[in-house]
């Protein structure tokens, strides 16, 4: 996720959203601040339901919007194109959560008829003080001029950028200028697209952290390097928690046709009151695989032997085999959980039915939704209101496949991410 989209309103945050969506960016749409973990977007817009609230109120809801997601992310203040609402506050408040030195605010959409002329909102070429919009009556407005606007809610020095300077050559020099000079909010004109346009051109210019104030309008016209990351190919975690000779040849078969990491699993350890050092060690050497994109498998049965030991560990631990796999399959959940918040997947294959359940559970999924086959009963889905959103997520009975099932369930998940 590279970008986060502050709004104030809903409808606003879906406006601005569909203009990245439509550029190719996964775009969603939160309403309220949740932290994600695993969140596959490009951008994350979060609705704050603050325009109606007092100043101090809608400040605070941005700061914890951000800091809820982190602040390494660009991000994106969404305004009202005819300012109504706490401006003022909210810009501030998203400057100094994000760190962010200047505030570009232009909040034209020309398409729609709001421009900024000699910084002042005009809609279809009336001063804003004097459309139906100052007499809002949740959010009046008093006034034309954004620079007073803002200035009603915010302290910090306030610039004005004049069409001239917009169209200008300079207009790079004399954004850096000013991100370089003291904290300050810059309010740009803008009439037509082109204007937008040659304000996000600078962008790649600018010294960051830099605060991006506006409307539908400059979202559409933002440089795509801003929201898209770069497609990469990331890795499968596998979770083989089947003691069948069937899963043993599926894993076999697909180290010899990719790049894969096992990591043994000894189940007995796994059974100890005290197995947290054990879980640890797992987790470490997992993400390691991970983290060098590599497909991850997590092997409870590596040959023969491993399967006869079953009824002996029932004995020894005085469990019957429903209750030894459900301890099992419960540590297996666990350590999956944890791996997840340190490592970023392209996908899951769980193989044995207890094994899925386990993790399901882990991840406080409510259910699964099958979106396709990988092959004959080999479904691919995506755990309902989980933990890691939408990442596919591919189950197999473990005693059910061809000897190419895990092969080509890892295709599956590549081409499908790639796609």
């Known amino acids: 996720m590279k970008m986060l989209v502050i709004a104030d309103d809903f409808t606003g945050a879906n406006d601005t959203g569909v203009q990245l969506a439509k550029k190719g960016a996964r775009t969603d749409v939160l309403l309220e601040e949740k932290p994600l973990r695993h969140h596959k977007s490009d951008v994350l817009v979060i ?96 006034s034309s001029r954004i620079k007073d606007i803002i200035g009603q809610q915010s302290c910090l020095p306030i610039h004005e950028v004049f069409m001239s300077q917009v169209r200008s050559p300079a207009l790079v020099d004399t954004l850096i200028r000013l991100a370089e000079g003291p904290e300050s909010i810059v309010v740009l004109d803008a009439e037509v697209e082109s204007d937008l346009s040659a304000i996000a051109d600078t962008l790649v210019h600018l010294p960051q952290p830099y605060l991006l104030v506006g409307a539908a309008g400059l979202a559409g016209a933002l440089p795509s390097s801003l929201y898209l990351e770069d497609r990469q190919k990331l890795p499968v975690l596998v979770v083989a928690g089947s003691m069948s000779e069937a899963t043993r040849k599926q894993i076999l078969y697909a180290q010899r046709e990719k790049a894969l990491g096992i990591i043994d699993v000894d189940v007995e350890q796994l059974l100890q009151a005290d197995n947290r050092s054990v879980m640890k060690q797992i987790i470490e050497q997992a993400a390691e695989v991970l983290h060098e994109r590599r497909h991850c498998v997590l092997r409870t049965c590596r040959d023969e032997a491993a399967r006869q030991m079953i009824d002996q560990l029932c004995e020894r631990y005085q469990l019957n085999r429903q209750q030894l796999g459900d301890k099992i399959s419960a540590t297996l959940g666990t350590i999956t959980l944890e791996l997840l918040a340190l490592s970023q997947i392209g996908g899951l294959f769980l193989t044995g039915g207890d094994i899925a359940i386990a993790v399901a559970r882990s991840l406080n999924a409510e259910g699964y939704r099958i979106s396709g086959e990988v092959s004959p009963c080999i479904p691919c889905g995506a755990f309902v209101n989980s933990d890691i959103d939408d990442l596919p997520v591919i189950t197999k009975a473990g005693g059910f496949g061809a000897d190419s099932a895990l092969s080509d369930a890892i295709y599956y998940i590549e081409e499908m991410y790639h796609g």
Request: charged letters at 20%; glycine letters at 8%.
């Open 47 to 142: 609705n704050t339901e603050s325009r109606a609230d007092t100043a101090h109120q809608a400040a605070e809801k941005v700061t914890r919007a951000i800091n809820t997601q982190g602040s390494s992310l660009q991000v994106y203040k969404k305004i009202d194109s005819t300012f109504r609402g706490n401006v003022g506050a909210e810009i501030e408040a998203a400057m100094k959560a994000c760190g962010a030195k200047i505030a570009l605010v232009a909040a034209a959409i020309p398409a729609a008829g709001r421009v900024t002329l000699g910084g002042m909102c005009l809609v279809n070429r009336i001063p804003l003080v004097e459309t139906e919009f100052a007499s809002d009556p949740k959010t009046p407005i008093n």
